[in-house]
């Protein structure tokens, strides 16, 4: 890596098959939504695996979304492509499909053996469906079917004494950190706090990300909406090997001294509290966007307007 000085590689592309949703949860970092549009075909998907593969150093291939079990029969052929290219898969779904028990395990049985991990969101934004708990009966269903398979869940906004989560949430629960629609729906919900304090990235490891979020128009991004280069653009080693994090108009000044150093570096207007750091990070970034269009990118990483 270029002037990183980066010592860890990067292990893990995480695939956003669709910006799309079936659910608007308040929480959700990359406004996902019904009326959200950009999902990947399988031939970007394709070319995306091959670039994991150019670069050498990547285990794990993840799809997420957005609910990327609204495109089954990509996913189960993406999952396919990446398990016959020697990676190791897991996908992230909200389990809307599993209305039965009977459903979940039809819907399931292609990824037999292909899986090594079923991460189903379960909170109070996730759930029920016409009185089934959809959750529930895909996670058994996993389990009869000997799929490794885990909970992950985002707290209320008001919780306390939940940590907040580092790249993709972990098995159990994790806060809400407040970014993408979660800075709009939920920050007024908890006591904000002096703009200044928020002096560093918590949750991200921006100078040596172990894995990256690659969404469908190939932009990567080192966290939601912060992009370092287009993967359908140029070649994943070259980005990877080119990144230098501290000359990165936004996550330079972000390890240098968090979010609040970006609103002084940018000198831009703002309130005087805010929920998080990612609040005060987000809100920045959105009166940047034309400044840097290339890296504050794309469009559906920063909601309507
Ligand atoms: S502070 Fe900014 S870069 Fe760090 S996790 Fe929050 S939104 Fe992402």
Not at 29 to 54: D, Y
Not at 224 to 249: A, F, S, T
Not at 283 to 299: C, I, K, N
């Amino acid at each position: 890596m270029s002037g990183s000085g980066q010592s860890r590689p990067l292990t893990g592309l995480h695939l956003l098959l669709t910006y799309e949703c079936n659910y608007e949860c308040d929480h959700c970092f990359v406004w996902g939504g019904p009326s959200q549009t950009g999902t990947m075909s399988l031939e970007t998907i394709e070319h995306i695996l091959g670039e994991a593969r150019a670069l050498g150093t990547i285990e794990w291939i993840y799809f997420e979304g957005g609910e990327p079990f609204l495109y089954y029969d990509t996913l189960v052929s993406g999952v396919r492509r990446a398990r016959e290219s020697g990676f190791r898969v897991g996908i992230v779904t909200n389990a809307y499909w599993a209305t039965s028990e009977a459903e979940a395990e039809r819907q399931l049985q292609p990824f037999v053996g292909h899986i090594e991990d079923l991460s189903i969101s379960s909170d109070a934004y996730h759930g029920k469906k016409d009185g089934v708990t959809c959750p529930d009966v895909a996670r058994e269903a996993a389990r009869r079917l000997g799929m490794p398979v885990d909970f992950i869940s985002v707290a209320e906004p008001e919780a306390t004494g939940v940590a907040g989560s580092f790249g993709k949430l972990p098995a159990g629960e994790s806060a809400v950190l407040f970014r993408g629609r979660a800075a709009e729906r939920l920050a007024s919900r908890v006591a904000a706090k002096p703009w200044e304090q928020f002096d560093r990235c918590p949750w991200e490891d921006l100078r040596a990300p172990g894995r990256v979020h690659v969404d469908p128009f190939g932009y990567l991004h080192v966290c939601q909406g912060i992009c370092i280069g287009n993967l359908l653009q140029r070649p994943l080693p070259e980005i990877m090997n080119d990144y230098d994090p501290d000359e990165h108009p936004i996550v330079g000044p972000l390890l240098a001294g968090g979010p609040a150093e970006v609103v002084r570096r940018y000198g831009l207007p703002h309130e005087g509290r805010y929920a998080d750091h990612c609040h005060l990070c987000y809100s920045a970034r959105r009166q940047l966007r034309d400044r840097f269009p290339e890296v504050l990118a794309p469009d559906q990483m920063y909601g309507p307007g």
